[in-house]
């Protein structure tokens, strides 16, 4: 191992260093005689084993381990034996990726394994209409090595005001044969494979997930009703994470299940929208919250999802898919909601679904 400083600054203030890597942190050091700052200065060439930074520094190699571990408590280090691997053409393609995992790196992750780890995943595309269209593209963006998209409907006009994919040419078109297009086109080095299906039951979806295998699999598709629970099912027997958003009105929500850690969807009440599979609640407040979900659910439910609306879901699920894939950071929306008002300059707010240890999907694991 041999411990480089990530790019970062720091200046002398008397007896002290001021460090700072991301402006809303800084770390403070005592530093009397120099010595902290002549370590930070050869962590910043890197190059250097603890050992051999001990010996230049006429220190104890414990105390500069020390040090060392701390640095990188504070995530201001990767390992420089663990960078430079990729090709030039590589290290140009993904600079900005690069930047951004350097942030999350440490000396047992690069930002280059976080990248490795992105071309070597498969994710599963549910749907490529509204929320996956604005999904795929930042997942091909990131680099995910592979993808196998479903879906079964064509290409219409209406389609254009959030469904970036597609173009006028392709009106009438398979949809998920043109987002296979697309990704083909936008970065040749991505295998994608494109199923044009209808989704019937928990069934079909375990057959397709052992077939491709993914990582992870990203839904967006809203038929038939119980399909939620159909992808549910089949993730969590089949032990995959999947990641979900849609559109209420003016409330969008983004949701992921971590099967074995958090709830799965089957441990939450049952759709308000079927009165036999929800029993009267004792809190009026609740029973007033059902009764206007099913009056509501008597009009036709037109299709709310601008342009913004789309893209801002699609990207709150594709950056939970990348959680997933990476582990940059644990899965934010596992179990816990993410709630967009649209009506209230686009407010956030999560709340934890109780996992149920009696859950028929996942109480036994």
């Not at 007896?15 to 910043?44: M, N, S």
């Amino acid at each position: 191992m041999r411990p480089r400083l990530k790019g970062m600054a720091w200046e002398r203030v008397g007896d002290e260093l001021r460090l700072v890597y991301d402006p809303r942190d800084q770390l403070i050091l005592a530093d009397p005689d120099g010595t902290v700052e002549k370590l930070i200065g050869l962590l910043g060439e890197g190059g250097r084993t603890v050992a051999e930074l001990a010996e230049e520094l006429s220190l104890d190699e414990a105390d500069v381990r020390g040090a060392v571990a701390a640095f990188d408590a504070e995530r201001l280090l990767e390992d420089g034996d663990r960078l430079d691997r990729l090709e030039p053409a590589d290290t140009e393609r993904y600079f900005s990726n690069l930047a951004f995992f350097e942030s999350f790196a440490t000396l047992e992750r690069s930002r280059e394994d976080l990248q490795r780890r992105l071309r070597e995943s498969h994710v599963l595309v549910l749907g490529t209409g509204g929320l996956n269209s604005n999904t795929i593209p930042h997942l091909a963006g990131l680099g995910v090595g592979a993808m196998t998209l479903l879906d079964r409907d064509t290409v219409e006009s209406r389609n254009f005001a959030r469904q970036y994919l597609y173009r006028a040419d392709d009106l009438g078109e398979r949809k998920v044969e043109r987002a296979a297009a697309w990704v083909r086109a936008f970065d040749p080095a991505i295998q994608v494979e494109w199923v044009e299906a209808d989704i019937a039951g928990p069934e079909q979806l375990v057959e397709l997930i052992r077939r491709v295998r993914p990582d992870v699999v990203a839904s967006g598709i809203d038929r038939p009703k119980s399909i939620d629970l159909w992808v549910n099912e089949a993730c969590v027997r089949q032990g995959v994470p999947f990641v979900r958003g849609g559109m209420s009105v003016t409330t969008g929500t983004v949701w992921s299940v971590n099967p074995g850690v958090s709830a799965c969807r089957a441990c939450q009440p049952a759709d308000p929208s079927n009165p036999a599979d929800f029993p009267d609640p004792d809190d009026p407040a609740i029973a007033d919250a059902i009764a206007a979900t099913r009056l509501l659910l008597t009009r036709p439910q037109p299709n709310r999802g601008i342009g913004p609306v789309a893209g801002l879901l699609g990207a709150f699920g594709a950056f939970e898919v990348l959680r997933y894939l990476t582990g940059f950071e644990p899965p934010a929306y596992a179990g816990r909601p993410l709630d967009i008002d649209f009506a209230h300059g686009c407010a956030t707010s999560q709340a934890e679904w109780p996992r149920d240890p009696n859950c028929a999907v996942c109480g036994r694991r």
